[in-house]
C-alpha cells in the first residue's frame, strides 16, 4: 500500500473482507505517508464482480438502495479514489473478464 501513488488496485470478487482489509491498510498507508509529506491520492482501482451495480460507479447510491451496501462499489470504487483517483468496473464471470484483462494488457505491452 505504501507504493500505491500511481500504481493499480484490482479486486476480484470479494464482498466484504477484501475490501474492508484494503481500506484499513490504505488508512493505515497514508497516515504514515501523510507523517513522512507525502501523499497516496492518485491511483486507479477497478473492482470485477459478478453483481451489476445500478446508476454511476463513481458515486455512492442512497441508503435507501441495497446496493450502497455492496463495499466494493462504495469503498474501493468511490471513497478510497475521492481525492483524484480513477476508478473501473467490470461485471461478468472471471472466466471471461480475467482472460481479457491479460489480452487488454498484452497488447499496449
Known amino acids: 500500500?505504501?507504493?500505491l501513488e500511481g500504481g493499480v488496485l484490482l479486486s476480484f470478487g470479494s464482498a466484504i473482507m477484501g475490501p474492508e482489509v484494503y481500506l484499513k491498510a490504505l488508512a493505515m498507508a497514508r497516515n504514515v505517508a501523510g507523517q513522512q509529506?507525502?501523499?497516496?491520492?492518485k491511483f486507479t482501482t477497478c473492482v470485477f464482480d459478478l453483481?451489476?451495480?445500478q446508476g454511476d460507479i463513481h458515486h455512492e447510491l442512497p441508503k435507501t438502495d441495497?446496493?450502497?451496501y455492496f463495499r466494493p462499489h462504495k469503498t474501493i470504487l468511490v471513497r478510497t479514489v475521492a481525492d483524484g483517483g480513477e476508478s473501473f468496473y467490470l461485471c461478468g464471470d472471471h472466466?471471461?473478464?480475467?482472460?481479457?484483462?491479460?489480452r487488454a494488457l498484452?497488447?499496449?505491452s
Open 37 to 41: 509529506g507525502r501523499s497516496i491520492n
Open 66 to 68: 441495497a446496493g450502497y
Open 1 to 3: 500500500m505504501e507504493n
Open 51 to 53: 453483481v451489476p451495480i
Open 95 to 102: 472466466r471471461a473478464t480475467v482472460p481479457a484483462l491479460h
Open 106 to 108: 498484452l497488447a499496449i
